[in-house]
């Protein structure tokens, strides 16, 4: 009876949205990070100066488990837009496509009614599928460029769905202003080897988190400057981690997590903070159903409505693939899956024999581990071989463990939940069409770039 009752108001809360917005739909506002460790903005407890995202927090909902399927920028995107995991998408390399024949966010809302617009960078192809309004703007959002968007699209009384895109604060990190940071006073996780090279590396980071910050209060200013802000479903996402180790190319929650904050007026609880487990397939659907439209049974994802009117509840697992194969400076292969429930994460690593490498191993600030460890230092030592060297099972009691430094897996007393978590995730691969370290194998044939993969 509970769960009836539960589902009937669900389905007031929605039929009483889709009634007070028949005669206007609402506008649909997405900024993405790239290469943004969640713990490291304010209202995440970190020590970013982000005052723009921490105030939309505190206007709207902050999520304290978003995940995504690939710990990639590529691959992200194209969850993102087309509702469906990287694997099952066939874009799971970096640099990767989708099929011509695939439909992307722009093909389920321009019918329904919406233009859309894209702006900064984009990682995503074909251009026939990801066909939006193409907003002047490289690598970064053209604020100008977005300011005429928005001023058109009111003088018309279109509703429109604005994906702003930003670089940063992936490397390098040039931007922002890093005096704002002090190298003494610079807190390092307890995951990091505490180096010169690490804290001039996290303090540019920190500076470029912030130089984001800005971007995402410039589009508020848009949004308010036209009068649209009150009607608009308005997204932050973090992405991904950071490039500095345990974080980016791994599984970790780190790598996996992102921060995401919500505002809707009228609709998202102000000041609100919601525990459900959301992934970015998540989001498609739940634009779709705003838009009024029907999801194709080809999308992952589920609505996230209900979660936005306050539903503390939206799935039990969520899972994530990393594909090294064509990155920068990666090993020939190393896969990795992952499936994480409320408590528990549990990683296979295909290739536990190989080094584990990528574009963070070549940079100063690991480089600099690499030197204390060879001097003697046995901290360094430690974490330099945890991050080459993974076992292939791994196993982490994320409740008291969040940071995942305890490797539970082969242990007798849990050998019933690495069993059970092992099940769900042999599934998943099966639903997605992952052959492991097949599909590893064939992963260059998913790679479109301009130049020669190394």
């Not at 927090?57 to 509702?83: D, N, V």
């Not at 973090?238 to 995401?260: H, I, M, R, V």
């Not at 499936?339 to 070549?362: G, S």
Request: charged content about 25%; proline content about 6%; overall charge negative.
């Amino acid at each position: 009876m509970r769960i009836l009752t539960l589902l009937y108001s669900s389905a007031l809360i929605i039929g009483a949205f889709v009634a007070s917005h028949a005669k206007e739909l609402p506008n649909i506002v997405l900024i993405i990070a790239d290469d943004c460790t969640y713990r490291d903005l304010g209202c995440y407890g970190g020590q970013a100066h982000t005052p723009n995202i921490d105030a939309l927090a505190s206007e709207g909902m902050r999520f304290t488990r978003c995940f995504q399927s690939a710990p990639m920028c590529s691959p992200t995107r194209h969850s993102i837009y087309t509702g469906q995991h990287p694997v099952k998408s066939g874009a799971y390399p970096n640099h990767t496509f989708v099929e011509e024949e695939t439909k992307s966010i722009v093909q389920y809302l321009k019918p329904l009614g919406y233009r859309v617009g894209q702006s900064g960078k984009t990682h995503v192809q074909p251009e026939s599928v990801f066909s939006w309004e193409k907003i002047p703007g490289d690598r970064n959002p053209d604020f100008e460029e977005i300011d005429g968007f928005i001023e058109e699209c009111t003088d018309r009384r279109e509703p429109f769905c604005l994906l702003l895109c930003s670089n940063e604060p992936h490397t390098p990190w040039d931007k922002g202003d890093p005096s704002r940071y002090e190298l003494s006073k610079i807190k390092l996780p307890p995951y990091f080897v505490d180096t010169p090279e690490t804290r001039e590396g996290m303090q540019r980071y920190l500076a470029e988190i912030t130089y984001f910050d800005e971007e995402v209060g410039k589009t508020i200013e848009l949004l308010k400057k036209h009068g649209q802000f009150e009607n608009t479903l308005l997204i932050v996402l973090s992405e991904q981690g950071s490039a500095l180790p345990f974080a980016k190319w791994t599984c970790y929650d780190n790598g996996l997590q992102s921060g995401f904050i919500a505002y809707w007026n009228g609709y998202i609880e102000p000041g609100s903070t919601n525990h459900a487990m959301v992934e970015y397939i998540d989001l498609l659907p739940t634009f779709i159903e705003l838009a009024g439209g029907e999801v194709d049974d080809v999308v992952d994802g589920r609505s996230l409505l209900e979660v936005f009117a306050g539903k503390q509840d939206h799935k039990d697992v969520v899972f994530g693939e990393m594909t090294s194969r064509g990155i920068n400076s990666g090993p020939e292969s190393f896969g990795i899956r992952s499936v994480r429930t409320d408590r528990y994460k549990y990683i296979w690593n295909f290739t536990p024999e190989v080094k584990f490498t990528n574009a963070c191993t070549v940079a100063p600030e690991f480089q600099s581990w690499i030197k204390l460890a060879e001097a003697g230092d046995a901290d360094a030592l430690d974490k330099v071989n945890r991050y080459h060297f993974r076992p292939e099972f791994e196993l982490y009691d994320l409740q008291f463990d969040p940071l995942e430094w305890n490797n539970l897996a082969g242990r007798i007393e849990y050998e019933e939940v690495e069993f059970a978590l092992r099940d769900m995730l042999l599934d998943w691969m099966a639903f997605c069409g992952d052959q492991g370290q097949k599909t590893e194998m064939n992963a260059l044939a998913r790679i479109r770039r301009p130049k020669k993969v190394k």
